[in-house]
């Protein structure tokens, strides 16, 4: 998908793997690392950060678009394969494994934080991970027919992060912890129905909707942008595919713990409650106790302070064994047969969970 529209100027970036356009008073940004399918990585980030910085605090910047380039993604997620080579032994010192995910969520904040400046995030194709770290914090979230959204981290011995904590406690009943725990995708208007979008476009409109949107003229013209928005949104009454299962989730992922959840799905015995077991028993024991944790803290802290936490927590996975096992499984190998240490989620200690939740001195991430 194109960022372009009629009257759009280039803008000078630090990184080919970032796109930039000025149109009118409106600024977009786009992904541009379509054969990665527009995985994050530490280059993009710090290309974008003051980009976006700049935009904040430019009284002729009435509001910022971000597209990802091609028709498959929007961001599929980090470059976690670079992150784990970093992490585990690089020519670095696990410098960029450190500084990934600082800078990223330093960017996520700056991204949530422009009061004066309208966000708008078109999520046309693959959101997952990264792609929702820059997608949530916008005012205005577009799916498409072509999103798939998912926060596949426990399947990779990581977590939701990117502001996770922060938003995933946010939505319905005890959806947010059903989406972190299991990974389930949603896909098209499913993602308005779960309150992650704002909006529905089908994907052959979104350049026009860009191009409505370049006719704001005025910084903090929420009402102007909120109207085109609407104008365009497609967002239907049909219920959701999840909607039978609303309830359920409700019940169960509201338990205190992941094996009372576990518990709760296998009391229910329907077929989609054992399935959610089964997708349980897949994920990394202590990425699903971590993630618990996580958002039963989340749900009652403020976002700068969710950040910290989560920084907190990369640490812990990158000084423990499982994210770089469940990269090589499902990344890098690709056998899909992670072996996960350790291997159950009866031998996951409180000591191991609360290790990765220490603060790190002088080394955290203050925001």
């Not at 599929?76 to 394969?81: I, K, L, N, Q, S």
């Not at 700068?304 to 890098?332: H, N």
Request: charged share 20%.
């Amino acid at each position: 998908m194109s960022s372009s529209t009629a009257a759009a100027t280039s803008l000078p970036v630090a990184s080919d793997l970032i796109g930039a356009t000025a149109s009118g008073a409106m600024r977009v940004v786009t992904l541009n690392r379509p054969k990665a399918l527009n995985a994050l990585n530490l280059e993009m980030v710090r290309a974008m950060t003051p980009l976006v910085k700049g935009w904040a605090a430019d009284d002729a910047v009435a509001l910022i678009v971000m597209t990802g380039e091609g028709s498959k993604a929007f961001c599929a997620g980090g470059d976690v394969v670079a992150v784990v080579k970093s992490g585990r032994g690089g020519d670095d010192g696990g410098a960029m494994a450190r500084d990934f995910f600082r800078e990223e969520y330093i960017l996520d904040h700056i991204l949530a934080t422009m009061e004066e400046t309208p966000y708008v995030a078109i999520m046309d194709g693959i959101t997952m991970g990264g792609g929702v770290g820059l997608s949530d914090p916008a005012d205005y979230r577009v799916a498409t027919e072509k999103t798939l959204f998912a926060m596949p981290e426990t399947g990779i011995g990581l977590f939701p992060d990117v502001g996770g904590s922060f938003f995933l406690p946010k939505l319905p009943g005890s959806f947010g912890m059903y989406l972190a725990l299991t990974g389930a995708r949603l896909k098209g208007e499913d993602v308005v129905k779960a309150g992650v979008a704002t909006h529905y476009v089908p994907s052959e409109n979104v350049d026009e909707l860009i191009a409505a949107l370049a006719t704001v003229d005025k910084k903090n013209d929420y009402t102007a942008v909120a109207a085109i928005m609407d104008k365009f949104d497609s967002s239907t009454d049909a219920p959701a595919s999840f909607a039978e299962h609303v309830a359920v989730i409700d019940k169960c992922f509201s338990q205190d713990s992941v094996p009372a959840i576990i518990a709760a799905l296998e009391a229910e015995g329907t077929e989609w409650a054992t399935k959610q077991v089964a997708t349980l028993g897949r994920m990394s024991p202590t990425s699903l106790a971590i993630t618990h944790k996580q958002l039963t803290l989340g749900a009652t802290m403020p976002l700068k302070e969710c950040f910290t936490m989560e920084y907190r927590i990369t640490q812990g996975c990158l000084r423990a064994d499982d994210f770089y096992e469940g990269i090589r499984a499902v990344l890098i190998d690709k056998d899909q047969n992670p072996q996960w240490s350790p291997a159950t989620l009866a031998d996951v200690t409180d000591a191991i969970v609360d290790d990765h939740f220490k603060s790190l001195g002088d080394q955290d991430l203050i925001l």
